[in-house]
């Protein structure tokens, strides 16, 4: 489901910020320091989570001033809705796990059914390690085995948030802010 650009203009115009640019860069610098002290010499495989990664992915490695190998997957379990399905696999990695210690980064992380099923497909692909970075932890009760990320970038509350890499119903992944929408 995508909207039209008049209506997700008037939904961004309406929108509350959270988390303005220089807050989300101040955040990420964080989580680049603390993964810089915890994987620097591991050669991690670092996995950006399309679609919703790529922006954190795209700001925090060149704040990664060690080695680090790049791939991507994509595993989506929203397609675009407000609402979430079954975990679906639209791409896995091209480079093996077997032994790597994998750092998964995505934007949010919600009920955590998402990230779960990518930290067990990469145990089942044999890693060694999997560490999980995410821009954005939503503050609830419903997440799935008490699930928690390893670096966080902000926390937010139990609201449908977008922008810095989060759609809204398909749209607005690309302003700089986090925002809330005044309605779903
Ligand atoms: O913790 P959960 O409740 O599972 O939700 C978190 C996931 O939801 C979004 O993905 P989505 O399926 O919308 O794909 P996208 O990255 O293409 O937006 C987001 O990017 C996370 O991967
Ligand atoms: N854009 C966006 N995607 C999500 N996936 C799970 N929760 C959210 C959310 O609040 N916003």
Redesign the pocket.
Same mark, same amino acid.
């Given at each position: 489901m995508t909207i039209s650009a008049e209506e997700a203009s008037r939904v961004l115009a309406e929108a509350e910020l959270l988390y303005d640019e220089a807050n989300v860069d101040r955040a990420i610098e964080r989580m680049a320091t603390q993964i810089t002290d915890e994987l620097n010499g591991s050669l991690p495989l670092f996995l950006c989570v399309m679609t919703?990664g790529l922006v954190l992915s795209g700001k925090l490695l060149p704040r990664l001033m060690f080695p680090v190998e790049l791939d991507y997957l994509h595993a989506t379990r $929203?397609r675009g809705a407000?609402q979430?399905g079954e975990l679906s696999w639209l791409a896995k990695p091209r480079a093996s796990l077997r032994d790597r210690v994998v750092l998964i980064v995505d934007?949010?992380l919600?009920?955590g059914h998402?990230l779960a099923g990518i930290i067990q497909q990469c145990r089942d692909e044999g890693a060694q390690e999997v560490r999980t970075a995410v821009l954005?932890d939503?503050q609830h009760d419903r997440r799935f085995n008490n699930l928690q990320a390893d670096y966080v970038g902000l926390r937010?509350d139990d609201?449908?948030?977008?922008g810095a890499g989060?759609? $809204?119903k398909g749209l607005l992944?690309n302003v700089p802010g986090i925002y809330a929408a005044r309605e779903i």
């Amino acid at each position: 489901m995508t909207i039209s650009a008049e209506e997700a203009s008037r939904v961004l115009a309406e929108a509350e910020l959270l988390y303005d640019e220089a807050n989300v860069d101040r955040a990420i610098e964080r989580m680049a320091t603390q993964i810089t002290d915890e994987l620097n010499g591991s050669l991690p495989l670092f996995l950006c989570v399309m679609t919703g990664g790529l922006v954190l992915s795209g700001k925090l490695l060149p704040r990664l001033m060690f080695p680090v190998e790049l791939d991507y997957l994509h595993a989506t379990r $929203y397609r675009g809705a407000t609402q979430g399905g079954e975990l679906s696999w639209l791409a896995k990695p091209r480079a093996s796990l077997r032994d790597r210690v994998v750092l998964i980064v995505d934007d949010i992380l919600d009920e955590g059914h998402t990230l779960a099923g990518i930290i067990q497909q990469c145990r089942d692909e044999g890693a060694q390690e999997v560490r999980t970075a995410v821009l954005v932890d939503k503050q609830h009760d419903r997440r799935f085995n008490n699930l928690q990320a390893d670096y966080v970038g902000l926390r937010v509350d139990d609201r449908y948030v977008f922008g810095a890499g989060m759609d $809204y119903k398909g749209l607005l992944r690309n302003v700089p802010g986090i925002y809330a929408a005044r309605e779903i």
